[in-house]
Structures are given as structure tokens and as C-alpha cells.
């Protein structure tokens, strides 16, 4: 029989190229922490605000712009939580369902993380201008110990992208400006998880899977200023990511043992979402605005992860499309000094029944508090802190290790995500030149 049919059919591996386990994000495994300033307001109103800070959800923000304006920011993502066991059974062939074993308590599996972010942007007259944002929007690092319950799914997890966006904005009248960037986007994952033996009483092997690419998507916006009134449209559109890797399957024996194999050449496609967003702000009073937005995410796209050969596999996901929803308000205290405040509702793309340990995602709450300090009439300074609440979800999804095969072995997952929360700090500097 083919080695490959005795591997998981790459498939549990594969999942871990974008489907890794995280907190601190917008939905699943998105992080939206891309702004210092947006941050404060729990990301309420970006689309319809101006400045380089505003890139990444809207190129219109930069059209009009009367001087050079840049943005730096850093966001500090602690995460706590628990994935926890409530059962899970482990069928060998031939054998009776039997308890996973392990730690039936995994805390804290996702890693502390730093997140950078960066936007620049160059007027050409008075009414274009040409920008570059510099973001990681899909990335984390995982670790769960090798004795884990959820060790089949999912044992250690890193993700990087790098998205470039030049984007052009212009203002066409007073009133509207329009936008367009194109996203230029690089993926470096590795990853790795447990393959059970046939007997029990065996140690478990491994495979590790390590890939890359680069992929391309487009973002468009436009803005509708009044007085007081600005409302943002804007669409990022899906991307197809093409990663390719290497695959190394080790510790397997007996019958297994020819599973055990490095391949080159590997190649995994799967889309991320596209977003429909729509801003506003509204400037109540000479102080205080009020902000509001909303986000449609297309991740029903994700509904599979496609393997080439030599594997040629569809991996179901089944995302969901899914929906956030942020209000905040900006007080200007004094010319120096504005205060933000924020909160954000986020439904998770996850859907019962198909979630697993790798990407134990759940509906969650966003509280922001922030401000910024106006250091001179070019340098500016934000602060923000986030707390993100997160509803305890069922683990659920089943999957199977060597699937097609006389040694298919499925793993009745029966877990939960409980206590999980994260805190979120993040800092950034604007400056106008």
C-alpha cells in the first residue's frame, strides 16, 4: 500500500498553515490590531477616518491629504485561557473506543505576542496621494505539550504573514474621495502534531510540516464628508494563498513504519476572507465624535484547504460567512488630548460541530479604552488597552489519522474552550512632515 495513505492524509498538518489556535484577533485566526489609535475605540469608525493610520481598512483615507503623513504602532497580545477534555476517545483498529490520554487540561496554549504595524503616506498635489502600509494581519505562535489531550490535532504552531500595500487615494471633490490598494502578501508557517501507533502502549510519532508564498489581493474604498458627518465604504477582497513545503512524518513502526517520509514539494491552497466594511464618524460637538462600524467577513471561502499531488485531497473546513459590529466615541479634552473609548462585538466564522483544537475560536467581546497626546503640530502619541472576552465553545469537530486506509484511526473529539480572555496594549506614534 502507498505510504501515503498511511500518513493523515496531510490534512490535520495542513489545517495548521492558516488554521492556527489564537485569541487576541478579530475572528478566528485575523488580527485586526493594525492601529494604536483604532485600537482605543475598540476599531470603531477606521474606514471613515483620515490619515495613514486609516490604510489598511480604507485607501480613501490618504486622498486630499495636505502634507506627508506616516504611523508606526506596536500591539502586545497576552492571552489566557484553557482547552480542556471532556472525553475524547481514540478508536485503533480492531481495538474498542478508547480515553485520547494526555493532560486533559491544556493552559495557556497560545504564546504572548508582539505585533508591528506601520503606514506612510505622500501627497502628490493637493488632491492625490500615494501610500504604503506595512501589517501582519494572520499571525500567532502556538504551543501545546506533547502530552496533550488535543497532541492529534495540534502541538506547536507558527504563523508569520507580511502584507505590503501601496495604495493610491484621491480626493475628487471636497466631498468624496476614493481609493485603491494592492495587497502583496507573504506566508510562513510550520507546524506539527502527534500521530498515534497502532497499540496503545507505543509512543506516538510525529510529522512536521514547514511552507511558504506569496499571494496577491486588492483593497478599494471610498469616503462621504459633511461638516460632521464621514461615511467609509470599503472592500478587501478575498485571497487564494498557495503555500509550499516540506513534510516530515517520523516515529511511526510496525505496519506504519513506511508511513515515515520527507517530502518536498507539497503545495496547499485556501482562501482568506474578504471584507465588506462600512464606517462612520460624526462629530456630535466641537469635542466629542462618535464612531461606529461594521464588517461583514467572507469566510465562508474557507470552506477547504485543496492539496496538490501527490496527495490530491480537499480538506472540508466549512467556515461560515460572519459579522462584527464596534461603536466608540473621540473627546477631545483639550487641543492636546483625546480620549477614546470603544467596544466591539465579533462572531466567530467556527461553527458547531466542525471545531477543533487548532482553531478553538468563539464569539467574543471587545472593550477599548485609549488616547492620544498632540506632543507638537507634528508629532502625535497613542496609547490604547483592549480586554477581549471570549464565550466558552464546544471542541467538537471529528477527525481521523490515516483516513481510506485498514489503519484509519478516528478521534472522537469531545472538548471545550473555557476562561479564555486576552489583554491587548498597544502603543504608536503619528507624524506629519
Known sequence: MSPFKYTLAAGSALIALVGFTQTANAQAFYLQEQSARGAGRAFSGEAADTGSASIWWNPASIGGLDSGDATIGVSAILPSGEVADNGTLIVRPGQAPAPVGGNGVTRNPINNGVLPSGAIAVPLNDRIALGLSITSPFSFTTDYPADSWARYSADKTKLRTIDIQPSIGVAVTDWLRV??????????????????????????????????????GWTAGVQLHSNRFTLGLSYKSAIEHTLKGDLAITGLVGPLATSNMNLSGIEAKFYTP??????????????????????????????????????????????????????????????KVTLR????????????????????????????????????????????????????????????????????????????????????????ARLKF
Open 341 to 428: 473609548a470603544g467596544v466591539q462585538r465579533a462572531i466567530t466564522p467556527t461553527q458547531d460541530g466542525e471545531r477543533d483544537a487548532r482553531v478553538p475560536d468563539s464569539n467574543r467581546w471587545n472593550f477599548g479604552l485609549g488616547g492620544s497626546l498632540n506632543a507638537s503640530k507634528k508629532l502625535s502619541f497613542d496609547l490604547a488597552a483592549n480586554y477581549v472576552s471570549f464565550a466558552d465553545a464546544t471542541i467538537d469537530r471529528v477527525t481521523a489519522a490515516y483516513v481510506g486506509t485498514a489503519a484509519q484511526t478516528p478521534i472522537l473529539t469531545d472538548g471545550e474552550l473555557r476562561n479564555a480572555h486576552a489583554v491587548v496594549l498597544s502603543a504608536g
Open 274 to 335: 474578504s471584507q465588506a466594511i462600512a464606517g462612520a464618524r460624526f462629530a456630535a460637538t466641537d469635542k466629542l465624535t462618535l464612531n461606529a462600524q461594521v464588517i461583514r467577513y467572507g469566510w465562508d471561502k474557507f470552506d477547504a484547504i485543496r492539496l496538490g499531488a501527490p496527495l490530491n485531497q480537499a480538506i472540508p473546513e466549512n467556515y461560515r460567512t460572519s459579522w462584527s459590529y464596534a461603536g466608540g466615541v473621540d473627546y477631545a479634552v483639550s487641543p
Open 179 to 216: 481609493g485603491a490598494g494592492l495587497n502583496v502578501e507573504y506566508t510562513d508557517a510550520s507546524f506539527g502534531n502527534a500521530l498515534p501507533n497502532l497499540a496503545a502502549a507505543l509512543p506516538d510519532g510525529h510529522q512536521e510540516l514547514k511552507g511558504n508564498g506569496w499571494d496577491f
